[in-house]
């Protein structure tokens, strides 16, 4: 019913911009022959909206994806390279909220897994807002940072690597179906830096798909309940994200192209030393100011990947 609707409403808004643009073409014609330049006018201003309007149902008809209209659940994980992956992760983890907060999307972290020093070691990111799955799985691969580290006493380069995950939010029991028989759920006291933040009651949960291995840890809350209930909708997402990849490696197989695995995907690259530049190696599309891009500018990469038509 809630694909129902949607699609009805797509309908409505295109017959309504047919009648719109049928109206402006009459009363233009009219106009010209009656030589009314105020109208014309006026009918202009009509059209430049109207443009706008088709414009924006252009851009949306990209969304070709069976899930593209869902929320996003968004995994970041530091590649090797201790503390200076991390911090990377911890970068593209505030880039990925900037972007969300300059859409008027909804965020927000379900689970973090803080580094040593510093940064992340990984994180769990929901993005809700419309299309907010089919605007976010052009993210999907390793990002590629190369930089002065701040951590090195030399201030020597670093290259550094991390994986963006993005699976669509599932919707229970319309998706996919967990066998509770299937999940082996565990309970421990969730970690931290020390103080008075460490839980000292046992609220992490960490639940494992016994005939996948598939797991889905959340210590962030600090309800046993809401860790238990975020766990599994990771772990919802995570099943699905399994599934539309193997039928994504048959498809491929089907076609005789080849699927590199998920580290050796670098789909993208930013560097902040020598010089600046963040390049998207799948599109080629790049921008000079990096640190643009880092405070969550990343729509031009985003719209060159929907108009390429990549999966």
């Not at 049928?22 to 009363?27: H, Q, V």
Request: charged letters at 25%; aromatic letters at 8%.
């Amino acid at each position: 019913m809630k694909r129902l609707t949607m699609l009805r409403d797509d309908v409505v808004n295109l017959e309504n911009l047919q009648k719109q643009a049928g109206s402006i073409m009459e009363f233009y014609e009219l106009a010209v022959q009656e030589d009314d330049q105020s109208l014309i006018v006026d009918l202009d201003s009509e059209l430049q909206t109207l443009t706008v309007k088709v414009n924006k149902i252009e851009f949306t008809a990209m969304f070709s994806g069976e899930y593209d209209r869902r929320n996003a659940l968004i995994a970041i994980h530091a590649g090797s390279g201790g503390v200076e992956a991390q911090d990377w992760a911890s970068m593209l983890l505030r880039m990925y909220i900037r972007w969300a907060d300059q859409k008027k999307f909804t965020n927000k972290v379900m689970d973090v897994s803080p580094g040593e020093e510093a940064g992340i070691k990984s994180a769990y990111l929901q993005i809700s807002g419309d299309f907010s799955y089919g605007y976010m799985r052009s993210e999907r691969g390793v990002h590629r940072l190369v930089r002065m580290s701040p951590f090195d006493a030399d201030h020597a380069r670093h290259t550094s690597f991390a994986l963006v995950e993005v699976m669509p939010e599932v919707e229970m029991g319309a998706d996919i179906e967990l066998d509770p028989s299937e999940v082996r759920v565990d309970v421990f006291r969730a970690g931290g830096h020390g103080g008075q933040s460490v839980q000292k009651n046992s609220t992490a949960v960490r639940m494992t798909h016994m005939p996948t291995g598939i797991k889905a840890v959340c210590q962030n809350e600090r309800s046993l309940h809401q860790n238990k209930e975020i766990a599994t909708k990771i772990l919802l997402s995570r099943l699905m994200e399994r599934e539309m990849k193997m039928q994504a490696e048959q498809r491929s197989k089907i076609k005789g192209e080849h699927v590199s695995a998920e580290w050796g995907n670098q789909i993208r690259s930013y560097v902040l030393h020598p010089y600046q530049m963040v390049k998207d190696h799948r599109t080629n599309f790049e921008m000079s100011d990096s640190n643009k891009v880092l405070d969550g500018d990343i729509n031009g990469f985003i719209n060159s990947y929907l108009k390429a038509g990549l999966n």
